[in-house]
């Protein structure tokens, strides 16, 4: 297996106020070993709210700039609009979102700003709920999982919602899913964003939650690892919204994915059987757009 | 040099000669005018700025944050449903001490859908920690604008510049537009205090626990008490280079004045002719118009209220449940004062309806013939039929 070595000098610091096996503080690390320095992060409303610490620390050596739980998209916009005019226009404006703040209340604010073409790199950390006030379900929540707010035997029936085919149909020049559990190809990912700067740029990482999936902490990279090796998060770019390229092949039953995690404990064979189907139809269709033989 | 605007076009050029950097906004009637002739001004090169046409208001207030966080001047324009939709972001800018300019057209909330003037927009914002200026003419709104920037930057805190929708904004005056070289002199470049700066990186606008929150709101309402007297030294160097000289609070004929008619906006035109008219029949009349809301200048207000029998406070906006807003204020300037003048609250004008001088001339005779206010506050012009129809 490769080796990856990550910087010893990362503009994240050793200490911030995530859970233990946070996942989202597993992709800060790793977005930033791709961006480097020179990158300022727009944060609205969420559990990186927290973790980037509490006045006056800051888990960040870079400027942070948080906001309202809406505003990602356009914050970034008037940012970026503010560099160009003071001659800064190389930085980097990393907008940094999580589910809730890219799939619901912040999709106006995004869909407003990759529409204008944003010179800024628009990321959605996917724990898959409103984590950070207790686990509520979101449109990123998946099929089968118990929340807060889809408890009990009212867990979630509907879909996750496809986000970057939303994006995609923004054509705008790169959009692309990375894991928490690929950590070579999400760095690489992300140095991918940053050379193809000019345009909107949007990721879609998958950073597992140990408390709100009911995981020990240290199984949070081995369970986002499954999600992609069962297809339920299939690694993949757009290019220009038309080219897919998937990047990895996952030949594991979801079965494996889901056993062990609190979340989804209360599912039956069939319903298991139901999600098997519905990751099945949804990777078949996905190697159709990448033009692949099935 | 002499032109004639319509009010909106007054603050637009006012924008264009403080060299805004970035502008954000969504359209909303009456509000569009001042936009559109700033689009016109990035498009041909008159200004040096980004036009950002973001998708919604929430939005253009989260860009000028952006934008004005990221050390540019910044500037956006709403109206009505716009700036309620903005009301969280009102918070953050105040909170996060960013200068930014917002010019605001007072206009009706619905239902009905009702495009004509109104404050009640604007004044249910009054604690959102914005500098509040109501403007009366072209030229106030054009000064006013100038005079906003300057005062923005010298306390680090937002600044909404009002204006009545149609009355003042579709209103063509003759507007006195001063030269760039006087407005640099007013405004120099944008010096922000702190900025997005990779080579100071801070974290704005973090968690912050109940040990330190107090402290900052504090702050900034020491910078909210010190935007009278920032007025005042502003408005010095303003008459310095332009002649005139923008006053926050205006007396007009207030020392000898049994009565004090109280006013904001565009209604201050209409009542200065009034007030001319009845001194001129030997009444005893004055003035007061209020120009800064936010911060409520209760000191001037009370100086020149102070030998008042009666003071009448004219409302084009109302506080259900309360009363007219202006009207509350007043009275909460003058209610530690032994022996205070009543305030009479009188509400007219609301969704557009013209406040005429015949309308200024009734509330004067209430005012006059009646000892105390017969009610929290008085309703003027209503039409008792459409009241009766509608009444539950
Ligand atoms: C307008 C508004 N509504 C609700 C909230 C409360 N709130 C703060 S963070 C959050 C959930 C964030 O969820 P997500 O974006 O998925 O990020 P996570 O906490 O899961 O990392 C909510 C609902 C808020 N801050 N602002
Ligand atoms: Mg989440």
Redesign the interface.
């Known amino acids: 297996m490769a080796q990856l070595t990550l910087d010893k000098e990362s503009p994240m610091l050793s200490g911030h106020l995530g859970c233990p096996g946070c996942g989202a503080a597993i992709a800060m690390k790793f977005a930033l070993q791709g961006l480097g320095?020179?990158?300022?992060v727009?944060l609205p409303a969420s559990c990186w709210?927290?973790i980037?610490?509490?006045?006056p620390?800051?888990s960040?050596?870079?400027?942070?700039?948080?906001?309202?739980f809406?505003?990602a998209?356009?914050?970034?916009?008037?940012?970026?609009?503010?560099?160009?005019?003071?001659g800064r226009g190389d930085?980097t404006v990393l907008s940094w979102a999580g589910d809730g703040g890219t799939f619901d209340i912040g999709l106006?604010?995004l869909?407003?700003a990759v529409?204008?073409n944003e010179d800024c790199i628009f990321v959605c950390y996917d724990n898959e709920a409103y984590m950070n006030t207790g686990v509520q379900r979101s449109s990123a929540t998946p099929f089968g999982m118990r929340t807060t707010t889809t408890p009990g035997g009212r867990w979630k029936r509907t879909r996750k919602k496809n986000i970057v085919e939303i994006l995609a149909a923004h054509r705008i020049p790169y959009a692309a899913t990375a894991s928490i559990g690929f950590a070579a190809d999400m760095i690489a990912k992300f140095k991918k964003a940053a050379a193809l700067k000019g345009g909107s740029r949007f990721i879609h990482v998958f950073a597992s939650c140990p408390t709100g999936w009911r995981i020990p902490s240290e199984a949070s990279v081995k369970v986002a690892r499954l999600a992609v090796e069962s297809n339920v998060f299939p690694l993949y770019e757009v290019e220009d919204g038309v080219r897919y390229t998937i990047n990895h092949h996952g030949r594991r039953k979801v079965a494996e994915y889901l056993e062990g995690q609190g979340r989804f404990r209360h599912l039956s064979a069939q319903d298991i059987a139901t999600i098997q189907a519905q990751v099945d139809a949804q990777w078949a269709f996905l190697r159709r757009r990448a033009q692949e033989e099935t | 040099m002499k032109q004639v605007h319509e009010g909106s076009h007054a603050v637009s050029e006012a924008v264009r000669l403080a060299r805004v950097q970035v502008i954000s906004a969504y359209p909303i009637t009456p509000q569009t005018h001042i936009v559109e002739a700033l689009s016109d001004y990035c498009a041909d090169g008159r200004l040096d700025a980004r036009f950002l046409c973001v998708e919604s208001e929430h939005s253009a207030m989260a860009a000028a944050i952006g934008a004005s966080l990221g050390g540019v001047r910044a500037f956006t324009a709403t109206s009505s449903h716009g700036l309620a939709y903005m009301h969280e972001l009102l918070h953050w800018a105040a909170g996060s001490r960013l200068p930014i300019v917002m010019a605001e057209v007072n206009r009706a909330l619905g239902p009905g859908w009702n495009i004509w003037t109104d404050q009640t927009d604007s004044l249910s914002q009054r604690d959102t920690g914005w500098i509040q200026l109501y403007c009366e003419d072209g030229q106030d709104a054009l000064d006013t604008t100038l005079m906003a920037f300057g005062l923005a930057e010298m306390l680090n805190l937002p600044v909404m510049v009002v204006l009545d929708a149609f009355f003042l904004s579709h209103t063509y005056e003759p507007v006195d537009v001063p030269d760039q070289d006087s407005v640099d002199r007013l405004l120099p470049p944008f010096a922000p205090r702190f900025r997005l700066d990779c080579e100071h990186a801070f974290n704005f606008g973090q968690m912050v626990p109940p040990a330190r929150y107090m402290e900052m709101r504090y702050n900034l309402q020491l910078a909210m008490q010190a935007a009278e007297a920032g007025f005042a030294q502003l408005a010095a160097k303003f008459e310095e280079l332009f002649g005139r000289r923008p006053q926050a609070v205006e007396a007009l004929a207030c020392a000898d004045a049994q009565i004090v008619l109280v006013t904001s906006g565009t209604v201050t035109s209409t009542c200065r002719q009034v007030v001319r008219d009845l001194r001129r029949n030997g009444e005893k009349v004055g003035l007061l118009k209020i120009g800064m809301f936010r911060p409520f200048p209760a000191d001037s207000v009370r100086r020149h209220l102070s030998r008042a029998a009666k003071v009448a406070v004219v409302d084009r906006n109302f506080s259900f449940g309360a009363g007219g807003i202006f009207a509350q204020e007043v009275r909460a300037a003058l209610c530690n004062r032994q022996g205070h003048a009543p305030v009479f609250s009188y509400v007219a004008g609301l969704g557009g309806r013209d406040i005429t001088p015949r309308t200024l001339m009734e509330i004067y005779d209430q005012t006059r013939r009646t000892a105390t206010p017969p009610d929290e506050s008085i309703w003027i012009g209503l039409d008792a039929e459409q009241v009766k129809t509608w009444r539950n």
């Open positions: 320095e020179k990158t300022m727009v709210g927290v980037s610490g509490p006045y620390q800051s960040l050596k870079i400027p942070i700039m948080n906001m309202a809406a505003t998209g356009a914050a970034a916009s008037g940012l970026r609009a503010a560099l160009e005019m003071t930085t106006q604010s869909s407003g529409e204008r």
